[in-house]
């Protein structure tokens, strides 16, 4: 009888001992693994019903919360990747044209986790700068012409142990190029032309065919680098306490997303994952900047979000199960200063979205704006019988010389002239083609989106926007 009573009291001991080791683990500030996409529209991934193939990421947001209102101030690269890493607005940091780096005295994620006992890596594309302002232990880049994914599972792997070597938690950055063309790899052949679907504010000539086709498979090959990922964090036994994000970036490299203020450029597909902390399989539609990544962050791994300047507000209790409305705004900006083949080009845009409108202000609107993806149809709009191969927007001029319908020609005409007010519908028009600025029984709306968009601007010294986008034209 002793020996049971022993044996009982034995149990109780190593329960009270594995009930505290659970809560002490439970305590320990969580790894962070963030996986960044290159140029992917979010609505062509899995879990947004997407025709990308993505089974890893489809099993992501089964695993935890897919946030689906996810706003940049700026959709390209380099903007887009500042604002995530400082949670400082474009403006602030003056990162806003192509290639452009935030002003001194920025701070980034490798400030605000490395005071809290982290170990921060990059690995992958920069588009950062400067180095002061983005200390990260730089991991090497990622080759673009070739698929990448093995050395990054390898390099990945390596942080990862050294970290946990030192028993010290790790916020590792991941950022592949797959997205961002050329498209160089990936399977080609599970997009043949005939199965891609065409979105209404496109053009299904052969070259978007073959091009997207290309690009999703960069997409699938991005998908299952995040599966290799997660086996590491299984592998390692630290997935039970890594928050693993998945960003898509800025909109892709097609007419209409990237280097716009449309919806498809501004917007960002995100899902975030860490067990038994964020509730599985939950969908928030809280609008959410990118600059909310940071303090989220940081308030996720126990530290001071009230001690650092950010321009972002912490969403970990809205990832968490919360339901608080944090912005009623998401501000947008592209400026063509600086872009590749229109370096000198003034053409500001600025835009304000609530959770159903949009509203967008070109005041170049007399003029004409471009970028490299869209210089060889402006082309071909000026010379028809041009004799190069046309690329995916030159394609679509040829078919509207071949196919003159009302909507081909409104896309065509959209891709360089935009009016100086648009203001669209989200709900009925999601795409964002019908303008109703004008409209009559939307006034109020109109007005009062001008007014938050005129306040924010006055706020940052850009109510002239093309004052501000003749100070970012390099000499």
């Known amino acids: 009888m002793k020996s049971y009573q022993f044996f009982l009291g034995s ?64 959709a390209m690269c380099a903007p887009f990747r500042q604002e995530f890493f400082s949670g400082q607005c474009a403006w602030r940091t003056g990162a806003m044209p192509n290639h452009s780096k935030s002003v001194a005295g920025t701070k980034s994620l490798p400030h605000y986790l490395k005071p809290l006992g982290y170990h921060v890596g990059l690995l992958g594309k920069k588009h950062i700068g400067p180095r002061d302002a983005y200390p990260f232990e730089d991991l090497g880049d990622l080759a673009k012409d070739r698929d990448a994914n093995e050395d990054a599972v390898i390099r990945a792997e390596t942080y990862i142990q050294k970290a946990i ?11 592949s190029n797959d997205g961002h063309g050329p498209y160089t790899h990936g399977d080609r052949s599970r997009y043949p032309a005939k199965t891609i679907q065409i979105p209404h504010d496109a053009l299904g000539t052969s070259q978007y065919k073959q091009q997207l086709g290309a690009h999703l498979a960069e997409v699938t090959n991005l998908d299952e680098l995040l599966g290799k990922l997660r086996n590491i964090l299984q592998n390692e036994n630290v997935a039970q306490n890594t928050l693993i994000i998945f960003c898509s970036e800025q909109g892709n490299a097609f007419p209409f997303s990237k280097w716009t203020c449309f919806e498809s450029g501004l917007a960002s597909g995100m899902i975030a994952v860490l067990p038994k902390v964020i509730p599985p ?3 928030k539609k809280k609008m959410t900047w990118i600059a909310d990544i940071a303090p989220t962050l940081l308030e996720a791994t126990g530290g001071n979000t009230a001690a650092w300047t950010f321009d972002g507000i912490s969403q970990w209790g809205n990832w968490t199960g919360g339901e608080t409305d944090v912005h009623h705004y998401a501000y947008g900006a592209f400026t063509n200063c600086n ?28 003029d004409i704006t471009s970028n490299v993806t869209l210089t060889q149809a402006l082309d071909w709009i000026h010379h028809k019988n041009n004799d190069k191969y046309p690329d995916v927007a030159a394609s679509w001029v040829q078919k509207s010389y071949d196919d003159p319908q009302a909507h081909t020609k409104t896309l065509v005409h959209r891709l360089h002239h935009r009016p100086e007010w648009a203001l669209y519908d989200r709900k009925n028009d999601p795409h964002e083609l019908e303008n109703i600025a004008a409209s009559e029984s939307h006034k109020k709306v109109f007005e009062r989106l001008q007014k938050a968009l005129h306040t924010w601007l006055e706020r940052w010294d850009d109510s002239n926007p093309v004052t501000t986008e003749n100070a970012f034209i390099k000499k």
């Open 11 to 74: 149990i109780t001991c190593i329960s009270l001992l594995s009930g505290l080791l659970t809560t002490v683990d439970a305590a320990d500030p969580p790894n962070i693994l963030i996986l960044l996409g290159d140029d992917i529209d979010k609505s062509s991934l899995g879990p947004w019903g997407g025709q990308a193939h993505t089974p890893h990421l489809d099993q992501l947001a089964h695993d935890g919360v897919r946030l689906d209102c996810v706003y940049a101030n700026v």
């Open 165 to 175: 070597r030192a028993e010290a938690p790790f916020c590792l950055v991941v950022a």
């Open 281 to 283: 399989g939950t969908v």
């Open 339 to 366: 872009i590749l083949d229109n370096k000198t080009r003034n053409y500001p845009i600025r835009s304000i979205r609530d959770d159903t409108y949009t509203l967008i202000w070109s005041p170049q609107h007399q």
